[in-house]
C-alpha cells in the first residue's frame, strides 16, 4: 500500500473515528441512565467495552493479514457504525451490552490497523512523522468531539449525537474505500530485471542520511514483546486513572466547575493535535525513538505533579498543553519503534497483542485506584499515577540499554 498517497485518507478515518468516541464519551451514562437501568447494569455495560478492547486486539491483526489494510479498515468502520446506530435505536440492556463489546472490539481493531499499516508501508526514515499524522488527526477528534455533542444534547435528544456519529463512521468507511492498494508485482523476467537494475541504480543515488537503517538487538523477540508490552501496559494505565479520576479530583480538591474541567481535556487534544506531527518528524531524525518516549512519559508525569501542586487554572491548563505534547512523543515513536525493530511477517500480530494487554490496564488501574481513594484520598490516586509513570520510564530505560545498531550507528 503506498502510503503517502493514503496518508490524507488515513488521517480523515482517524479524524472521524476519535471524534466519534469523543462525542458519545460524556453522553454514554446520561443516555444509559434514561432508560431506567440500575446501577450495577450500567457498570457492566460500561466494562463491556474495555473487554471488546482486551480481546480485540489478535482478531484484528488476523483480519489485517486475511484482508490487507483496506479492506480490514472498511470491516473495522462499518462495525462501528452498526455499533452506533444501534445505540441509537436500541433499549434493551442485552443489545446494549452486546453493541459495547462490539464497541470495543472495533475500537481496538482500528488501533492495530491503522498503527500496522504505517508499520508496514513507512520504514525507519518516516515511521514517526506518519505516526504523528496519526496522533495529530485523533487529536482534532478528541478537541471537536465533545464540543459538538454538548451542544447537540441541549438542543435535540440524546439519541441525536449516537445518529452524527454513525454518520461519521459512514463518511470513514467512504474514505477508506478511496485508499489506493499497491499493484501486483511484474511477472515477467524483463521486468523484474530491469526493476532491479531500477533499484540499484536508485540506491546507488541515495543520500548518506537516507539509507535504511537495520537495527539489531540482544533482546529475542519475546522478551521483545513483553517489553513493549509491559511499557504499554503501563502507559494506559496511567491513562485510565487520569480519564477516570481527574474530573473527581477538579472537582472535590481544586474546586473546579465542569466547564473548566472539560477545557483542561480540550487545552490537552489541541496540544497534541499541534505537537505529533514536529515530535514524529523529531522522532525520525533523531534515531532515539525510545529516548523520545522516555521524554513523553517524563512530560506526562510533569502535567500530573502540575495539578498535584496548584488548583491555578492557568498553571493547571500550562501542565496540560505539557502533557498534550508527552503524549504525541510516547504514540509517534513508540509505535514507530516496533515498526523498526519488528519483522514485517509479526509486526501486526505484536501490535495486536501489545494493543491487547494495554487494555487490561485500562480495566485494572482504575479499581486499584478507587481501592486507594477509598483507604487513602484523591491525592493518593494520583500519587498511584505517578508510580505509574516512573515505572514505564524505568522499563523504557532498560529496553534501550540492550537496544545496539552496527557500530558507529546511533540508537533508534
Not at 431506567?36 to 482486551?54: E, N, P, T
Not at 505539557?322 to 501490535?351: K, L, N, Q
Request: hydrophobic share 50%; proline share 4%.
Amino acid at each position: 500500500m503506498d502510503i503517502r498517497r493514503n496518508l490524507p485518507l488515513l488521517m480523515t478515518i482517524c479524524f472521524l473515528s476519535q471524534m466519534g468516541g469523543f462525542m458519545i464519551l460524556p453522553l454514554f451514562p446520561l443516555y444509559i441512565e434514561e432508560f431506567g437501568l440500575s446501577g450495577w447494569m450500567m457498570g457492566v455495560i460500561f466494562a463491556l467495552f474495555y473487554v471488546g478492547k482486551v480481546i480485540g486486539g489478535i482478531p484484528a491483526a488476523a483480519v489485517y493479514k486475511k484482508l490487507g489494510g483496506k479492506r480490514a479498515l472498511i470491516f473495522m468502520l462499518v462495525l462501528l457504525a452498526v455499533c452506533m446506530g444501534g445505540f441509537a435505536v436500541s433499549s434493551a440492556a442485552e443489545l446494549f451490552g452486546l453493541l459495547r463489546l462490539l464497541q470495543g472490539l472495533a475500537s481496538t481493531g482500528l488501533t492495530v490497523v491503522v498503527r500496522s499499516i504505517i508499520g508496514d508501508g513507512g520504514n525507519v526514515d518516516n515511521r514517526g512523522l506518519y505516526n504523528g499524522y496519526i496522533s495529530s488527526s485523533e487529536g482534532g477528534g478528541m478537541v471537536l468531539g465533545p464540543v459538538i455533542s454538548g451542544w447537540l444534547a441541549l438542543h435535540w435528544p440524546l439519541s441525536v449525537p449516537f445518529l452524527l456519529v454513525t454518520l461519521c463512521c459512514l463518511m470513514a468507511v467512504v474514505a477508506a474505500m478511496g485508499m489506493k492498494t499497491a499493484a501486483p508485482p511484474l511477472l515477467s523476467t524483463t521486468s523484474d530485471a530491469l526493476h532491479t537494475q531500477g533499484t540499484d541504480i536508485s540506491q546507488s543515488n541515495q543520500a548518506p542520511d537516507s539509507i535504511t537503517i537495520n537495527p539489531t538487538t540482544e533482546l529475542t523477540q519475546r522478551q521483545q514483546l513483553l517489553g513493549y508490552g509491559t511499557v504499554h501496559f503501563l502507559e494506559m494505565s496511567a491513562y485510565a486513572v487520569f480519564l477516570t479520576y481527574f474530573a473527581l479530583y477538579a472537582a472535590h480538591i481544586m474546586h473546579w466547575d465542569s466547564f473548566a474541567t472539560s477545557l483542561a481535556f480540550t487545552v490537552s487534544g489541541i496540544s497534541t493535535l499541534a505537537a505529533a506531527p514536529f515530535v514524529g518528524y523529531l522522532s525520525d531524525r533523531m534515531g532515539d525513538r525510545l529516548l523520545l518516549c522516555m521524554l513523553g512519559m517524563f512530560l506526562i508525569g510533569i502535567e500530573v505533579a502540575v495539578f498535584l501542586s496548584t488548583s491555578s487554572h492557568l498553571w493547571v491548563y500550562v501542565g496540560m498543553l505539557i502533557g498534550g505534547v508527552g503524549g504525541a512523543c510516547y504514540m509517534d515513536s513508540f509505535f514507530a519503534h516496533i515498526g523498526d525493530h519488528i519483522p514485517d511477517e509479526s509486526r501486526s500480530s505484536v501490535i495486536g497483542n501489545i494493543v491487547s494487554a494495554a487494555e487490561i490496564g485500562s480495566i485494572v488501574s482504575p479499581l486499584v485506584a478507587a481501592l486507594l481513594m477509598e483507604v487513602g484520598s484523591l491525592y493518593s490516586v494520583f500519587v498511584f499515577n505517578l508510580v505509574l509513570i516512573a515505572a514505564a520510564i524505568g522499563v523504557q530505560g532498560m529496553m534501550r540499554s540492550r537496544y545496539r545498531l552496527k557500530e558507529g550507528e546511533p540508537f533508534v
